[in-house]
């Protein structure tokens, strides 16, 4: 699903924020990206999403290189891609529904796919009762919930999350947690950069630990160190 | 497609409203740059039309002394019929003696009892009418007023070429100043609505990288906002154009009801669907200006 090859990612002649970086994701696999502040990993997951590109080497998604992609077919791959960040986005003028549904709404599709994609989207991550209401009517949680249900109501084959539990208590990042895994096991992939220490022990999941721009482990069924 | 325009709309209407102020100061700026390049237009027309009609009844007037012989006003005649006959210079020419001329003077001067006394057929010189070949050559006037001066018992030579040289300056004066005066302002429209633009978008940066994000294509992110800044100089063209129709109308009113028929400026409106053709042009004009404001905002912004 995603295959990264060899790349190096410089911002100015002296960040090199990653360095010779090679490893592959399967479709429905869970990763967890780990390493101390500045090591690369929001870095890593804009270059899959086309937000950054490397000096060298290749990015494939979904079995493109889209290092070379030309911009008119960016909006198609991020159609495939779901984006969720540690400070949510959401829109704050708008609803939970209206936020949800914004993202259909500007990939064009119709109003009645709209009307049945977002309560669909809004029960799996459990916030069907709380449509009307709007972001600042919402705990930390519940607002990550929205910005999780945004990036799913599309069906994305890919979810990148940095540092989704980032600004969460113990208890709620976990609930987070069991929604990521919940997406997970339908078939989505998912890459997730993380500190949560306790998360990533509890899931057992694959780890990929990157030192300053470089990959130091990566190991099935990982703990964070 | 319905649920896309729909939206185009509603954000558009969103983000013009959202941003009044600056929304007004360029539709403002549009209005009165439009309003003044199409008064420029209809100014120059204005001033082409009132040279046609003074040029078209072009007299050169010579002025004889009341008391020239018949023998004097004979080489008057011969020197007139021969220029006629050359056909370079002299079109046509007529006399009217001095009977002719008090019963003129007395016409002109109808209220006045002081004028009509001063000119009786001791007084009053009678005069040639000539009617010139090309009628709007201020040269070929001069030229001829010149030769007829040089004859003995010449009062006084009237030519229009003064008026219609000052006339042609003016309008290249009036023409020049008002054409930079609405570019200018054209070019502070579309730097205004360039500003509102980049406003709009600056204020729903969120929005817009969202958007980018859940893959909205460019064209989709900037047309609500390329549509704002159409719309904005569309606003601006039809309010300055309707303006300009009420100025043009007002204007032609007071035109013809104010001055007579013959008198110097009656000439002086723009005519048929000119007025109407001009408005068009400016909201045509409103609309590009909108149009190139948006597009060069909308396009730097945006880059994936
Ligand atoms: N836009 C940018 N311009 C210049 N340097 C950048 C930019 N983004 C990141 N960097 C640098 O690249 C390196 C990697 O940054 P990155 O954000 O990928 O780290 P991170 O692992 O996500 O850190 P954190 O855990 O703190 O989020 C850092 O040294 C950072 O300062
Ligand atoms: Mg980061």
């Given amino acids: ?225 | 497609m319905f649920s896309r325009i729909t939206y185009v709309f509603r954000e558009m209407w969103a983000s013009l409203s959202r941003n009044l102020t600056l929304t007004v100061a360029a539709v403002i700026t549009a209005t009165v740059s439009l309003f003044l390049s199409g008064l420029t237009l209809l100014i120059q027309e204005g001033f082409d039309n009132q040279l046609s009609a003074w040029t078209k009844g072009v007299r050169l007037l010579v002025y004889v002394d009341n008391d020239a012989t018949p023998e004097q006003l004979k080489v008057f005649t011969d020197a007139l019929t021969q220029a006629k006959a050359e056909g370079t210079v002299v079109k046509d020419f007529n006399y009217c003696d001095v009977a002719c001329s008090v019963d003129v003077a007395h016409k002109l001067y109808a209220g006045d009892p002081t004028a009509i006394e001063l000119y009786n057929d001791k007084t009053t010189p009678s005069f040639f009418r000539v009617i010139p070949v090309n009628q709007s050559s201020a040269t070929q006037l001069n030229q001829l007023a010149e030769r007829l001066h040089g004859l003995p018992k010449v009062n006084a030579v009237v030519s229009p070429d003064q008026m219609i040289t000052t006339l042609s300056v003016l309008k290249g004066f009036v023409g020049v100043r008002s054409l930079i005066m609405s570019i200018v302002l054209l070019l502070a429209a579309v730097l205004l609505i360039w500003n509102a633009i980049r406003t709009a978008m600056f204020a729903r940066r969120r929005e817009i990288e969202v958007m980018k994000l859940v893959g909205a294509t460019n064209w989709f992110i900037r047309l609500p906002f390329m549509l704002e800044g159409l719309v904005t100089g569309l606003i601006g063209g039809l309010i300055g154009g309707g303006a300009l129709l009420a100025v043009n109308q007002d204007w032609t009113d007071g035109i013809t009801t104010r001055f007579p028929a013959n008198s110097g400026l009656a000439a002086f409106v723009a005519t048929g669907s000119t007025p109407w053709s001009i408005a068009l042009a400016m909201v045509a004009l409103g609309a590009l200006v909108g149009a190139i404001g948006s597009a060069t905002a909308a396009g730097r912004f945006l880059d994936v």
């Fill in chain 1, 1 to 225: 699903m995603i295959r990264i090859e060899n790349v190096t990612k410089t911002y100015s002649t002296d960040v090199t924020a990653l360095r010779d970086a090679s490893f592959e994701v399967n479709k429905a696999e869970f990763v967890f990206l780990v390493g101390p502040s500045g090591s690369g990993k929001s870095t890593l997951l804009r270059l899959m999403s086309r937000q950054e590109r490397p000096e060298k080497g290749g990015v494939w998604v979904a079995g493109r290189n889209i290092v070379e992609m030309p911009n008119n077919k960016i909006p198609e791959l991020r159609r495939k891609i779901g984006n969720i960040f540690q400070d949510y986005k959401l829109l704050l003028n708008k609803t939970v529904f209206e936020n949800v549904a914004f993202a259909l709404e500007v990939i064009g599709k119709p109003k009645q796919v709209i009307r049945q994609q977002v309560p669909q989207v809004l029960e799996i991550v459990g916030l069907e009762d709380k449509a009307d209401r709007f972001p600042h009517q919402l705990s930390g949680g519940e607002q990550q919930r929205v910005s999780i249900a945004r990036a799913f109501v599309n069906r994305p084959l890919i979810l990148l999350a940095d540092e989704p539990t980032g600004n969460l208590d113990p208890g709620t990042g976990e609930g987070i947690m069991r929604l990521l895994d919940r997406i997970n096991t339908t078939g989505t992939t998912v890459v997730m950069a993380t500190h949560d220490q306790r998360i990533v022990n509890q899931m057992r999941k694959r780890v990929i630990q990157l030192d300053r721009g470089v990959i130091v482990r990566d190991q099935h069924r990982g703990v964070y160190d």
